[in-house]
């Protein structure tokens, strides 16, 4: 109940198109959905995060999807650029609860 | 401001050792999180502190310990290591405890030999 699923476990796409990196969650009383981007040598960054009350949170090239009922939230990735090429991970929390549920991870390759 | 910054950055120890790590928040943040970042299992929370109290432990083993001191800072230690103990250990600072947004520092990778 406390798994986040993550997929991809990899992905390639050609610069200028759009990612898209999928993540699934079981326990319904998380109510805190953050993505991170992770380059190699360094620790996990905080992209951008969206909670249950909204469907869509856009930042940038950068936009959360989240489907409440399904239980399913997807970063979207418009306009893809090689220096996007990193590991991005879907987290979920529980607001008063500090501890964080990490996806598997998904490599992302953007091919220039 | 400053991020979190955690020392060192590499160490190398060797199976039955035991190793301290330091993490310092964010300034202005007061809770700190640590996980265990590893290829096989991804990142798994091992505890958090607020106020100098452990608030909430991960599925570690008791090796595996923190403190946190009053000025926010954090320490965590492994006692005994074992070869599966190499990771990237990942320090996170949040503002205030319960407060679910955390940023992470660039981690201490360690190696077991």
């Known amino acids: 109940q406390q798994q986040v699923k993550q997929s991809p476990q990899s992905l390639i796409v050609q610069k200028g198109g759009i990612s898209i990196i999928n993540c699934a969650y079981e326990n319904t009383a998380f109510d805190y959905f953050p993505w991170y981007q992770q380059f190699p040598g360094k620790g996990p960054a905080l992209l951008i995060a969206?909670?249950?009350?909204?469907s869509e949170k856009k930042e940038g090239r950068f936009t959360i999807s989240f489907n409440k009922s399904a239980k399913q939230f997807s970063l979207h990735i418009m306009d893809s650029q090689p220096g996007d090429s990193a590991t991005y991970f879907c987290?979920?929390?529980?607001?008063?609860?500090?501890?964080?549920?990490f996806g598997q991870g998904t490599r992302l390759t953007i091919n220039p | 401001k400053a991020g979190v910054t955690q020392t060192p950055r590499y160490l190398i120890k060797t199976r039955g050792q035991q190793v301290t790590l330091s993490c310092s928040p964010i300034s202005g943040h007061r809770s700190v999180s640590w996980y265990q970042q590893t290829p096989g299992q991804g990142l798994q929370f091992l505890f958090e502190y607020f106020s100098e109290t452990q608030r909430n432990k991960g599925n570690f083993p008791g090796r595996f310990s923190g403190r946190q001191f009053s000025n926010s800072r954090s320490e965590m230690n492994v006692s005994t290591l074992e070869l599966g103990d190499s990771a990237l250990y990942l320090c996170?600072?949040?503002?205030?405890?319960?407060?679910?947004?955390?940023?992470f520092g660039p981690g201490t990778r360690l190696t077991v030999l």
């Open positions: 969206i909670r249950p009350d909204v």
């Open positions: 996170a600072s949040s503002l205030d405890f319960g407060v679910v947004t955390q940023y």
């Open positions: 987290a979920a929390g529980i607001q008063g609860a500090q501890k964080l549920v």
